[in-house]
Every structure is written in C-alpha cells, then in structure tokens.
C-alpha cells in the first residue's frame, strides 16, 4: 500500500511537472500563475480607454486654446476643458474604487493606480494651463508655444494607442512602438521649451510678459513630462505580462 501511494505521488509530480513547464511559468510570480485559473476584471481596460479620450479631447481643445484670439472663445473653451477634467476625474474615481472591490486584476494594483492617476494628471495639467492663459489675459502665443501644444495633442493620441494595447499582450509591437515614439515627442517639447526661454530673454523687454510667458511655457513642459511618465507606466506593465 505504501509504495502504491509512492508512485501515486510521483506520478502526480510528474503531470504538476509538465503543467509547470507546459505554461512556461519558471519564473512567474504567483499572480501571473492565478491568471490561467482565475477571470481577471477586464473593466479597467474601458476606463483606461475612455481616460484616454479625455486627454485626447483636452488635448484638442488646448490646441484650439493657443490658435484662439478671442478672449470670449478662450472662456467658452476652457469651460469645454473645465467639463472634461471633470468627467476624467469621475473616471480615476472609479478605477480607484473598482481596485477596492476587485479580487483579480488585469495587472499590479500599483501599476493601475499609477496608470490612472498619470492619465487623469495630463487633463488636469491641461485644465491648470487653460486657466492660467485666462488669468494672464494671453491672447497672443509665440510659436514656440504652438509647436509645444500642437506635440501634446499627438502625444495624447499616442497615449490612446499605448493604452489601448494593453488590453492585448500577444501584440505588443504596437504599443512599444507607440511608447517609443511618446520619449521622442518628449524631446521635441523639450527642445521647443529651451529654445522659446531663449528667445524669450533675448527679446522680451517686459518683465511682466516674460514672467507670464515662461510660466505658460514651463507649464506645456510638465504635460509632456506627464505624458511621457505614461508611457513609462505603459513600458513597466509590458515588461511584467508580455
């Protein structure tokens, strides 16, 4: 009897074995093992999406923003900007109370919230500068402000495609290419924003103006910065699941 139980064991082993090896899960943690067995929450991946549209939105509206030289158009855009912040933060809201309800999640709990936050950060950085070009009275915009708006709302189409992928891990050319991209775009603002400070204090006689002004470009700075800190959230999650 007991060497019937012996080679019941080993033969059990053996079948665990080939399961273990069959799933290629060496060296997975015991989160990634429970997602052959368990149904993970795929809910997340519609609010990161719609999180997405709203950068996208906010983004093109910013750009209307910039190329606006009515001071009443600027209000009635930055109140169309004011709306999406709002709808973006009911969206984080319930990506961080679906985290407290939900057992099994697409991926980390921190790299969800990470995601959440930086995404529903970008519009709220967007809707931080609408109001500071109303409170300065800005009604003219240098190009270098142009070109550095004009790159956010292609970064925030990038973010939509990056966050897009995540739902689909066998395909991931896609996203590392769209998150690739995002750093590029972060070195153009960049350049953009080191070469209208330039010009700035070369030409601006005013010292108000140039005040003014350099805030509004240091701001258009941090949403690319934020943009890319997506991307780097994106990058992190591929790098764990893919």
Not at 109 to 126: F, K, T
Not at 144 to 168: F, W
Request: glycine share 2%.
């Amino acid at each position: 009897m007991f060497s019937t139980l012996i080679n019941f064991l080993c033969t059990s082993l053996h079948q665990f074995l080939k399961i273990i090896q069959h799933l290629k899960v060496q060296s997975m943690n015991i989160s990634n093992l429970l997602k052959y067995f368990i149904p993970k929450e795929k809910k997340f991946y519609s609010m990161f999406n719609q999180a997405a549209l709203h950068c996208i939105e906010a983004s093109v509206e910013l750009n209307n923003l910039f190329n606006s030289p009515s001071v009443d158009e600027q209000k009635s855009i930055r109140l169309r900007i004011k709306s999406i912040e709002k709808r973006g933060d009911e969206v984080a809201t319930e990506v961080f109370d679906s985290l407290n309800h939900t057992f099994i999640t697409p991926f980390d709990r921190e790299d969800i919230h990470e995601l959440a936050m930086n995404l529903d950060d970008v519009v709220d950085l967007i809707y931080s500068l609408s109001g500071k070009v109303e409170f300065y009275h800005l009604t003219v915009f240098n190009p270098y402000m142009k070109n550095m708006v004009s790159e956010i709302q292609k970064g925030c189409e990038l973010i939509r495609t990056a966050v897009t992928g995540l739902e689909n891990f066998t395909s991931t050319d896609k996203t590392l290419k769209a998150c690739k991209d995002l750093n590029k775009l972060e070195t153009r603002v960049d350049e953009f924003f080191h070469q209208g400070i330039s010009s700035l204090f070369e030409n601006e006689k005013d010292a108000i103006e140039l005040i003014k002004q350099k805030d509004i470009l240091t701001n258009i700075e941090k949403i690319a910065n934020k943009i890319e800190d997506v991307s780097d959230v994106v990058k992190t999650i591929l790098v764990k699941y893919a």
